[in-house]
């Protein structure tokens, strides 16, 4: 069985990230999972072991310090590496395949023996060294680039990229047996929802305004709160939009099947990129109509069945027009884009990949 050891770019959580939606489903392989340091330690944890073959472990802190300062930056790495050698030899691991998330990680591969070495990019990490990525990307022996800007990023430092976007549970929000949580039970109207948490720099801006221009129209948002959003206040004190907070993946498909029309909000950090979030795949899962907000000169995502606006008058017209929505093919395409988006088809392109180059 092949052995792989994980360098997550963020803790395990119970709402699976890419890293954890694509290696859960690597069946054939022995995986040791390090999730960033916990604040305040967490180190003398134990593995917890998620399913057969893939333990967690939270890795030890460190001290922030710039490459510049060289000796503690090289302490720093030496603690990491030692920490990780000690699980190895606890799982018996010897030369496994390294699978790094973070241009941060490559530090790592002058402290550990490896046989084989896997760059799943999914975000832009420009704020960085440059030369941290460009050096991971040359010593992977394959990356997996998340969207087509990223790839091209990366294309100058390995020949063997391949585009891999996001992806969803396509069986859990394609179901049709949902149920109406109690709290949307005596909603009245049109409902239109946005799932995701409410993140500092989530501009919030056009549905602010469409609750205002459309009383009639119930908004709903599902998921966790960043309460220094500028217009988050604002929001809340609308009668017609309402915060459940963060809920459990499994009740997503719940909240999903009341709503009549999915929203899509983008950060502002993401202005510029090209990266198509999961939620999206998640609402293309359910058929339901969708608008998403558009940054100037973005170009549109799945066109055909996704409503873009770029403006928040043309946002609140995509809204209306969706609301109207009769269209069956439209759903079934809807369907068809989640279906093949599948995690379990992301997963499957990833294996068959590492089968075809000897890590898998």
Known sequence: MKQFLCFSCEPWRPAPTRTQQLLSRMREA?????????????????????????????????????????????????????????????HRFREPSLWLTDPHQVHLLDYLA?????????????????????????????????????????????????????????????????????????????????????????????VWKAARQHPEWAFLFVGRLEERNPLLGELQALPNVAFTGWRPLVELPDYLGRVDVCLNLYRRREVGGDVVPQRLYEYLSTGKPIVSMLWEDQVETFPDVISGAHTHAEFIRMCERALEETDDWARRRRRDYGRAAAWSERAGEVCRILRAIGLY
């Open 30 to 90: 022995e995986i040791l999972f390090f999730e960033p340091p916990a604040p305040g330690g967490g180190t003398r944890k134990p593995g917890r072991k998620v399913r057969p073959g893939l333990t967690v472990y939270t890795l030890p802190p460190i001290l922030e310090v710039e490459e510049r300062h060289a000796y503690l930056f090289r302490r720093n790495q030496a603690k990491l590496s030692r920490f990780v050698e000690e699980k190895m030899a606890r």
């Open 114 to 206: 490896y046989r084989g070495l896997v760059y799943d990019c999914d975000r832009d990490w420009t704020h960085l060294p440059l030369r941290w990525e460009s050096d991971l990307a040359l010593a992977a022996d394959v990356v997996f680039a998340a969207s087509p800007q990223l790839a091209d990023h990366l294309s100058p430092c390995n020949d063997n990229i391949c585009l891999l976007p996001n992806g969803a549970n396509y069986p859990m929000f394609s179901r049709e047996d949902t149920e109406v949580p109690p709290e949307l039970r005596g909603v009245a109207g049109p409902l239109l929802g946005y799932v995701g948490t409410v993140w500092r720099d989530l501009d919030l801006t056009p």
